[in-house]
C-alpha cells in the first residue's frame, strides 16, 4: 500500500508560530524525507465558510496569504501537491454520502467539535455545514486514499471519527476506503502551542499569536510583552518554568547552537541550565525574553525572505493552486467513483441493471 499523506488549514488568517511547530515544520520534513509516495496540502476554504458565510472575502482574501506561508516554509510545489477545497466539488458529493454513516449525537460527543462550538459561541445556532466538520475531514482524507495524516492532539477526535466513517462504510458496502492513522509533532511542547498572553492556544482571533510574516519588530514587541511566572516579580526571586510561556516557547524552538551563539561567555549551554537558573533565582524575565526574541529571529528570518520573493509573483502563486487542484479534483473524482460504485449508485455502468429493467417493462 502506498503512504500517503493529506493534511492542511483553513484559510482564516496568516500562520503563525503554533502551525509552524504543529504541523508545518513536520510537513516540510515528511515532504523532503522521501519516504512517502504523495503528499496533499488542502486549503480549506469551503470549510471556513461555515463559520465566515458573513464574511466570504475574509476566507478568500486569505488563501493566498496561507499559499504564500506555506511555500516560504518550504512546502515545495513538486513534491506536494497543494490545492484548493472549493475546487474539489468531488468532496461535497463524499461528505453527503458519508452524512448517511454518522449520527447527530455522535457528531455531538466530538470533542473537538464541542470545543470549537464552545469556543465560537454558537451555542444552539450552530450551521449544519460547521457542525459537519468531522464528516468533511473524513471526506478529505478519503478522497486521496490518505493513510496518513499529521495532526495536533487536539485534532485525534476527528481523525477517530473518519476511522469510524470508513469501518462503517466498508462494513456496509465492501472494502473500498482506506483507513488513516493520526501522526503526533515529535516534541510534546509542540502538540498545542500557546498564546503569548498564557492563552490555552494561540488564536488569530484573539490576536495571541506571532505571525510567520510578523516583521522582526512586531516579533521583538510581541516576544517582550509575554506573559511569564507572575509570581517572579524580582530577579532574585525562584521562577516557575512549568507553564511558563517563555520556556514553552524556548522547548519547542531553541536548539543548543543557539546557546553557543548568544551565550558567548558559556552562561548557560542548554536549555536545562537556563531553566535551572531561574528556577533558583537570580535570573531576569528580560534576559530570557530577549534570548527568545533572538531564537525566533533566526527562524523566521529564512522564511521571511523566501516569503519576498514569492510576493514578487501572486499570479505564479495562484498557478501553482491551480495546477494542484486540478490533480486533486482527477484523484477524488476517481474515488467518488468507486464509492458510488459500492453503494450502487453507478447508472452509468450498470448494464445489467438495463438489461434486467428493460426486461420488465418489455411488452
Known sequence: MKNIILTGDRPTGRLHLGHLVGSLSQRVEMQNSGKYDEIFIEIADAQATTDNFGNIQKVKYN?????????????????????????VPELSDLTFYYMNLVTLARL?????????????????????????YPISQAADITAFNANI????????????????????????????????????????ACFRLIGTDGGAKMSKSIGNCIYLADSPEEVEKKVMGMYTDP?????????????????????AFSKDEHFKKYFKDGEYKNLEELKSHYEKGGLGDIKVKRFLNYVLQDILEPIRLKRSQYEKDIKGVYDILFSGSDKARAIASETLFKVKKAIGLDYRNDEDLIIKQSKKYDN
Open 63 to 87: 488563501v493566498i496569504e496561507v499559499a504564500l506561508d506555506y511555500l516560504s516554509c518550504g512546502i515545495d510545489p513538486s513534491k506536494s501537491t497543494i490545492f484548493l477545497q472549493s475546487e
Open 108 to 132: 455531538e460527543r466530538n470533542p473537538t467539535v464541542k470545543q470549537e462550538i464552545t469556543y465560537r459561541g454558537f451555542d444552539k445556532s450552530i450551521p449544519v455545514g460547521f457542525m459537519t
Open 149 to 188: 495524516v499529521p495532526v495536533g492532539d487536539d485534532q485525534l477526535p476527528m481523525i477517530e471519527q473518519t476511522r469510524e466513517i470508513v469501518r462503517t462504510f466498508n462494513r456496509l458496502y465492501g472494502d473500498t476506503l482506506v483507513e488513516p492513522k493520526a501522526v503526533l509533532p515529535s516534541k510534546k
Open 231 to 251: 509570581n517572579h516579580l524580582k530577579v532574585s526571586d525562584p521562577g516557575n518554568t512549568e507553564g511558563n510561556p517563555v520556556f514553552i516557547y524556548l522547548d
